[in-house]
């Protein structure tokens, strides 16, 4: 399977609180996209990075790729309860987009 | 209306019945995916299309088949259904976005398939 892994598988944190998820992939990319889906919902696009950035900022994100570890890390910081969902990390390989099992962000007021 | 709409959102079938699941965009994107996604294994992609002409196996075509009958369909078939088919199943559209490669997916709700 090309799928990526996420880690950790599931996450718990206070509202306020950062998280952080890892994203390890298997094949060379073209670049790399961190999707959020809420509970049985389809998923939504939250960033892209290209595999000659390193980081990249939007708003409370910041992601980071290491092509040479084959990695990459979503940082979402001052959480806040509506930001409790799964989140992707989706790997572009000539146009075919390939997702990691995903780390369920639970947000507690 | 959503851009990317599937039908139906729910199903419940029985093993050896053919079921079509459809997919509709107003995005006009000329690329279509399809997913499925099982509890703990993310999104496995099942076939995708670059364009009404181009038909592609993902990572798990085995048991389904696909039809672009224009840009904006693209439905999933089970030509007979076996109850570890069941799974939510996504549509996804993309456009070209820089240098050839692909831009962020846009997707449906999900159909949920229920193979008993």
């Known amino acids: 399977s090309q799928q990526g892994e996420e880690d950790p598988q599931a996450l718990s944190i206070q509202e306020g609180e950062n998280a952080t998820m890892n994203c390890s992939y298997k094949?060379?990319?073209?670049?790399l996209q961190w999707y959020r889906q809420n509970s049985g919902r389809g998923l939504v696009h939250l960033i892209l990075?290209?595999?000659?950035?390193r980081e990249k900022h939007s708003g409370r994100l910041r992601v980071t790729l290491d092509t040479s570890k084959k990695s990459s890390s979503l940082l979402i910081t001052a959480s806040r309860a509506a930001d409790t969902a799964s989140y992707f990390c989706a790997t572009d390989n000539f146009n075919k987009f390939y997702f990691g099992s995903g780390t369920k962000l639970n947000v507690k007021p | 209306d959503a851009d990317v709409t599937q039908t139906p959102r729910n199903r419940i079938t029985k093993t050896g019945k053919r079921i079509m699941l459809e997919c509709s965009q107003t995005?006009?994107?000329?690329?279509m995916y399809w997913y499925r996604q099982d509890p703990g294994l993310g999104l496995r992609l099942i076939y995708y299309s670059f364009d009404v002409k181009d038909i592609n196996k993902g990572e798990i075509s085995d048991g389904y088949s696909v039809s672009r009958q224009a840009q904006a369909k693209f439905s999933l078939s089970l030509e007979s259904a076996i109850p570890n088919q069941t799974a939510l199943y996504f549509c996804?559209?993309?456009?070209?976005?820089?240098?050839?490669?692909?831009?962020?997916?846009?997707f449906g709700e999900g159909s949920r398939l229920t193979v008993l």
């Open positions: 996804a559209t993309s456009d070209l976005w820089d240098r050839g490669h692909t831009g962020e997916l846009f």
């Open positions: 995005k006009g994107h000329d690329r």
């Open positions: 990075i290209r595999s000659n950035e």
């Open positions: 094949t060379s990319i073209n670049n």
